[in-house]
């Protein structure tokens, strides 16, 4: 089955710091990757999709500039926080696509962000 | 607007049968998934559902009706590995996932 990678796992920084995060799609090519972000007890939130060589499209009330996607590739896209604040903490989680398949995401293992 | 409604929480025995319930209103319609996710993972798979009828996979089965933009998880045999939640989404025209809150399933001896 296709399998989708988060690193890292778990990641902890100070608040003003950049942190990214990466996703790859290990056995097939993604042409549309999804990022996500969950609080504690709540459900996924869309934070934007984004396609390989184009720019992502965000979610209403995301930050643009705060959250940069970047889909450099059919197998990886990354998500960096910029200048991290406690209130950016969250459990973070990307998902791939395949074209012609779009019933299916396939989810990666996510990524806990502590920013104290 | 979009929306899915189901249960923030229920509570089973081990053993037992459960039924989770799922409602949503969406902009189009192209299926409707259930996820199960551990506290601190991501979201695994469990069912997808585009026509009406019941699906049964194992100790998991889901039934969608699409008339009544209704849909639901039942989990027979219950193990105390089930303990989780489960998240309904529905699939809209334009390919995206709309996505209930979740139910947390509390399953005791």
């Known amino acids: 089955g296709a399998v989708v990678s988060q690193h890292p796992s778990w990641v902890i920084c100070k608040s003003g710091t950049s942190v990214k995060i990466e996703c790859r799609s290990l056995d097939f090519q993604a042409t549309t990757m999804f990022w996500y972000r969950q609080f504690p007890k709540q459900s996924l939130m869309l934070m934007a999709t984004?396609?390989?060589?184009?720019?992502?499209?965000?979610e209403q009330g995301v930050e643009k500039d705060k959250f940069l996607i970047n889909h450099a590739s059919l197998t990886l896209s990354t998500l960096t926080v910029t200048s991290a604040h406690p209130e950016d903490s969250s459990f973070y989680i990307c998902s791939a696509g395949l074209a012609g398949d779009e019933r299916n995401q396939y989810f990666g293992p996510g990524t806990r962000l502590l920013v104290l | 607007g979009q929306n899915i409604d189901q249960p923030t929480e229920m509570t089973a025995t081990e053993g037992a049968i459960v039924q989770i319930n799922c409602t949503y209103q969406?902009?189009?319609?192209?299926?409707l998934f259930w996820y199960q996710q551990h506290a601190g993972e991501a979201p695994t798979f469990l069912s997808y559902?585009?026509l009406d009828g019941l699906e049964e996979k194992g100790r998991f089965s889901s039934f969608l009706s699409r008339s009544k933009g209704y849909s639901y998880l039942l989990l027979k045999e219950l193990q105390m590995k089930d303990s989780a939640s489960y998240l309904c989404?529905?699939?809209?025209?334009?390919?995206?996932?709309?996505w209930g809150a979740g139910t947390k399933l509390i399953i005791k001896p």
């Open positions: 969406t902009s189009g319609f192209n299926g």
């Open positions: 559902n585009v």
């Open positions: 989404a529905a699939l809209d025209s334009n390919y995206q996932l709309i």
């Open positions: 984004s396609n390989e060589g184009s720019k992502a499209t965000y």
